[in-house]
C-alpha cells in the first residue's frame, strides 16, 4: 500500500477528528453500559411479582374448606343433645338413686363430648380465621408491590426510550464524524478500538504513555512533537494525539 504523505498540520487536524469519534465512542459505550442493566431490572420486578403470585397460590392451597367438617360436627353436637333429652327423661323414670347417678353420669359424659366437639369447632372457625387473614395480608402486599412494580416499570422504559434516542443520536453523529476522517486514518482507528475500545487516542504525559504508562524514550517524545507521521505507543500501539501540558 502507497504510504500517503501528509503534514504535521494534516495529521495534527487528523488526530483532532479521531479524539472527537472517540469522545462519541466513549459515550456511546456509556450509555450501553448504562442500558445493559435495564432489562434485567425488568426481569427482576416480574419475577419478584411471580414469587408473590406463587405465594398467594400456595397459601390457597393450604386453605381446606371445614364447612362439610363443621357440619358433621354440628350434627355431632345435636345427635349428643338429643341423647341428653333422652337421659333427662329416663332420670324421671328411674325408680332409685343408684340409678339416677347412673344416667346423670352419663348425661355429663354427654356434655363433656359436647364441650370437646364445640371446640374444635371453635378451634376450626380460628384457623379458618387465621387463614383466611394471612391469605389478605399477601393480596395487600402484592398488590402494593403490583403497584410500585408498574411505577418502576414506568420509569425503567422511560429511561430504554431515552437511551434508544440517545444512541440513535450518537450513531448519526457517528457516522458523520467517521465520514470526515481519512480512510486510511479511519481503519487504523477501527483495528485499535477493537483492543482499546474509547481509548484509541492517548496524550503523552511526563514521557510516558497516556494509555499504558510505558516511559518513553527521548526519540519518541521527539516524534511526538514533530508529528510527521501518526506515532504509536511501543507498548500498546495507541496512537498519541500531542504531548500534555505540565
Known amino acids: 500500500m502507497t504510504k500517503i504523505e501528509r503534514s504535521p498540520d494534516e495529521i495534527r487536524a ?3 477528528q479521531m479524539a472527537e469519534l472517540q469522545e462519541l465512542d466513549r459515550e456511546m459505550i456509556q450509555v450501553r453500559q448504562q442500558m445493559a442493566v435495564l432489562p434485567p431490572k425488568l426481569r427482576a420486578l416480574d419475577a419478584r411479582l411471580a414469587q408473590e403470585q406463587q405465594a ?3 397459601l390457597g392451597e393450604g386453605k381446606t374448606d371445614s364447612s362439610h367438617e363443621r357440619r358433621k360436627m354440628e350434627k355431632e353436637v345435636r345427635e349428643l343433645e338429643e341423647e341428653i333429652e333422652k337421659h ?3 332420670q324421671m323414670e328411674v325408680k332409685t338413686n343408684k340409678e339416677y347417678a347412673a344416667v346423670n353420669l352419663e348425661i355429663d359424659l354427654l356434655r363433656r363430648k359436647i364441650d370437646a366437639v364445640e371446640t374444635r369447632i371453635l378451634e376450626g372457625i380460628e384457623k379458618e380465621e387465621a387463614h383466611e387473614h394471612r391469605v389478605t395480608q399477601a393480596r ?6 403490583r403497584t410500585e412494580s408498574q411505577q418502576e416499570r414506568q420509569r425503567i422504559e422511560e429511561q430504554i426510550r431515552t437511551k434508544n434516542e440517545k ?3 450518537l450513531n448519526s453523529e457517528r457516522d458523520r464524524r467517521r465520514q470526515a476522517i481519512p480512510a486510511d486514518a479511519l481503519a487504523l482507528y477501527d483495528r485499535l478500538s477493537e483492543r482499546h475500545p474509547g481509548e484509541v ?3 503523552a504525559v511526563r514521557s510516558h504513555c497516556g494509555g499504558c504508562h510505558i516511559n518513553l524514550v527521548n526519540q519518541k517524545m521527539l516524534e511526538i512533537r514533530q508529528m510527521k507521521t501518526f506515532v504509536r505507543c511501543e507498548g500498546c500501539l495507541r496512537i498519541f494525539s500531542s504531548e500534555a501540558e505540565e
Open 167 to 169: 444512541i440513535a443520536r
Open 140 to 145: 395487600q402486599k402484592y398488590d402494593r408491590l
Open 88 to 90: 333427662q327423661k329416663r
Open 14 to 16: 487528523i488526530l483532532v
Open 56 to 58: 398467594i397460590e400456595k
Open 201 to 203: 487516542v492517548c496524550p
